[in-house]
């Protein structure tokens, strides 16, 4: 994080103190919380612990909800401080630092723009979240042992295997659509 901190500061004239917001790629919560700790550190951050954990809470709520969603996670946290803070963002700067299993690091800046608050799908997102349905160890096996779709073919997976009654499946995989290791990468 700090190598990647150091080239974004090198490369951009924004502070730490220009954020409002940080968005993290993580496994776990508690590693987003040490990890903006750290960073507030490193920038010899005055603001109290409280409004340093004010900072990433929001960010946190979808991913405590639904688990370790690999890459997704970044833009599920926005999504997350989207639906949940009332404050109106528009204009506020929002960082986010992701990271590749510890050979890539990248930290980014985003600028909420005027209006987003009319295209949230924030009754739709906690819809989704509590109409989940629990799967048993065999069905995620199951659904994990699902062949990965080759070049140019389609993969069926059965209706039975949803698990969110109500929204929108991909019951089809097509390998034209995802790389043919997409899926494996992103679940193992």
Not at 66 to 95: F, M, P, V
Not at 112 to 123: D, E, K, M, S, V
């Amino acid at each position: 994080m700090k190598k990647a901190w150091e080239h974004f500061t090198e490369v951009s004239p924004l502070t730490f103190n220009d954020f409002s917001y940080f968005c993290y790629h993580l496994p776990f919560s508690r590693m987003a919380q040490k990890a903006h700790q750290h960073l507030a550190k490193l920038n010899h951050c005055t603001l109290t612990p409280e409004q340093v954990e004010q900072q990433i809470a929001d960010t946190l709520k979808y991913n405590q909800l639904i688990g370790n969603s690999y890459t997704a996670s970044i833009y599920i946290g926005l999504c997350s401080l989207l639906d949940h803070l009332l404050e109106d963002l528009s204009g506020k700067q929002i960082g986010f630092f992701s990271y590749g299993s510890g050979c890539v690091a990248e930290f980014f800046a985003g600028q909420i723009q005027p209006g987003y608050q009319a295209r949230l799908h924030t009754q739709r997102h906690q819809t989704l979240l509590s109409q989940r349905q629990e799967i048993n160890y065999e069905e995620y096996l199951s659904l994990y042992r699902y062949p990965d779709p080759q070049q140019g073919e389609s993969v069926e997976i059965p209706k039975t295997t949803q698990v969110v009654s109500g929204s929108p499946q991909l019951p089809i995989i097509n390998a034209n659509i995802f790389p043919a290791n997409a899926r494996r990468c992103c679940t193992r």
